[in-house]
Nanobody, 115 residues
């Protein structure tokens, strides 16, 4: 079965960094576009960054210049490097895999930024 398992979340002070990882299994990873989304309490889930199967990236304006998405097809992994974190980055971060009409979500990892 398909599994997306996020890791790397935690508590960090404002200005700090975290690197989120998402391990994918049960899919032909290289075919899938991958993305990171986040959901703060009481808010909708928003896209943070995406990366296509070919490696093209798109970063949300709110995190542009601070967050970087990357993937390693050999390891079936996608990463989100988060630098200069701000309190407004506090949220649950979800990994998503999508290809054609198929889409899968991970369970999420909590990121809390203290000011």
């Amino acid at each position: 079965q398909v599994q997306l398992v996020e890791s790397g979340g935690g508590l960090v002070e404002a200005g700090g960094s975290l690197r989120l990882s998402c391990a994918a299994s049960g899919i032909s990873f290289r075919l899938y576009a991958m993305g990171w989304y986040r959901q703060a309490p009481g808010k909708q889930r928003d896209v943070v960054a995406t990366i296509t199967s070919g490696g093209s990236t798109n970063i949300a304006d709110s995190v542009k210049g601070r967050f970087t998405i990357s993937r390693d097809n050999a390891k079936n992994m996608v990463y989100l490097q988060m630098d200069n974190l701000k309190s407004e980055d506090t949220a649950v971060y979800f990994c998503r895999a999508s290809w054609s009409v198929r889409g899968y979500w991970g369970q999420g990892t909590q990121v809390t930024v203290s000011s």
